[in-house]
Nanobody, 121 residues
């Protein structure tokens, strides 16, 4: 199985920055897409940003120009640099990865437990 562990959340003032990290461990042959989702209180989980194994990225419109996703394939780690944070960015941020344990096995989706980001006004 694959475990995803997020870190880097916390409390920050509006306009500030945070950097989230997510490390994948366990039986991993390869990881395809890695991404960050978030869920604010009373709202559905939404995609924040995703990155492919070759570095192609996509972002939610609400974070374009402020957030940057990157990954280190050698470390099976994905990052989310969050700048110009707004109170509406407050949410639990979850790491997501499509990974497979063997060369011929199917990709499976894995989730981290989440890290809380709170942006004060």
């Amino acid at each position: 199985q694959v475990q995803l562990v997020e870190s880097g959340g916390g409390l920050v003032q509006a306009g500030g920055s945070l950097r989230l990290s997510c490390a994948a461990s366990g039986r991993i042959f390869s990881i395809n897409i890695m991404g960050w989702y978030r869920q604010a209180p009373g709202k559905q989980r939404e995609l924040v940003a995703g990155i492919s194994s070759v570095g192609s990225t996509n972002y939610a419109d609400s974070v374009k120009g402020r957030f940057t996703i990157s990954r280190d394939n050698a470390k099976n780690t994905v990052y989310l640099q969050m700048n110009s944070l707004k109170p509406e960015d407050t949410a639990v941020y979850y790491c997501n990865a499509d990974a497979r344990a063997r060369a011929l096995s199917a990709y499976m989706e894995y989730w981290g437990k989440g890290t809380l980001v709170t942006v004060s006004s």
